[in-house]
């Protein structure tokens, strides 16, 4: 199994050793729009670098996560296993480097215990959810904890953001976002909720571990995206209107996260 294809989720990779250019190796928000700065001050760019012995050398994988508390992280297991340092921005809607972004670095890393990648070349992901605990609690200037749903969502609409790639081909400077319906999953995918949006929009690699927003409350964290047709790599199917894009259902993990963080979001 090639590099490339063990980073199907959402992810984003730049390598370590070409630092400066934040290089992609797969396919954010196509078709998405400016978000206001401090528009969404739950929104952080996380960056982990990892290393992995069969990619041959250490690499930055850059993601969104939501800020639940002042010293916690929601986001997805993809984006922080395996790392031996994760660092947190928060505070701007402009896209941080993955080399150096910003000075709030975790302290620990809780990936959930069932976390585990499946299917065709691993395109699939379950209980693909993780926190993050930050060394020194969030200062709260510009920076706010969001709820956390408590079941399913009121409506069939949402809001994705995040700095992945974009229909440029290049990561967001800006945060985007993007309206979307949520939608029943097109396949049988346990704790998750599917969205799905216009032809030509959509999540792509970069956004992992950002979320789903109904009514400012907290629905889902951002994993990977589907398509039925299991010959094509979902992730060069960005902004195909026949793509969905898969998120942890997170009401199914209000308890997970109240076991680990002692919060009750
Ligand atoms: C998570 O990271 C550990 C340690 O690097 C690794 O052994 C495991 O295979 C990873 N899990 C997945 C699903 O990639």
Known sequence: MGALARCLVLCALASA?????????????????????????????????????????????????????AKWILTAAHCVNGSARTEVRAGSSARGPAWRPGKL????????????????????????????????????????????????????????IGWGLTEQGDFAKIL???????????????????????????????DSGGPLLVDGVLHGVASYIDLADKTLEPNDHCGDGRAWGVYMRVASYR???????????
Request: charged share 25%.
């Open 17 to 69: 050793s070409a630092a400066g250019s934040d290089r992609h190796v797969s396919l954010g928000i196509f078709d998405g729009t400016d978000a206001a700065e401090h528009e969404f001050p739950s929104q952080v760019f996380v960056v982990s670098l990892i290393n992995e012995p069969w990619r041959g050398n250490s690499f930055y994988r850059t993601c969104g996560g939501t800020i639940i508390s």
């Open 105 to 160: 670095l975790a302290k620990r890393r809780i990936v959930h215990e069932k976390y585990r990648l499946y299917g065709r070349n691993d395109n699939n992901a379950a209980d693909d959810i993780a926190l993050v605990e930050l060394e020194l609690p969030l200062d709260g200037r510009r920076m706010a904890a969001v709820p956390i749903a408590k079941g399913k969502p009121a409506r069939r609409r949402g809001v994705v």
């Open 176 to 206: 985007q976002k993007l309206d979307v319906n949520i939608i029943p999953c097109p396949e049988k995918t346990p704790k998750a909720i599917c969205i799905r949006s216009a032809p030509g929009s959509g999540v792509c690699s970069g």
């Open 255 to 265: 308890r997970w996260i109240q076991r680990h963080t002692g919060i009750a979001p």
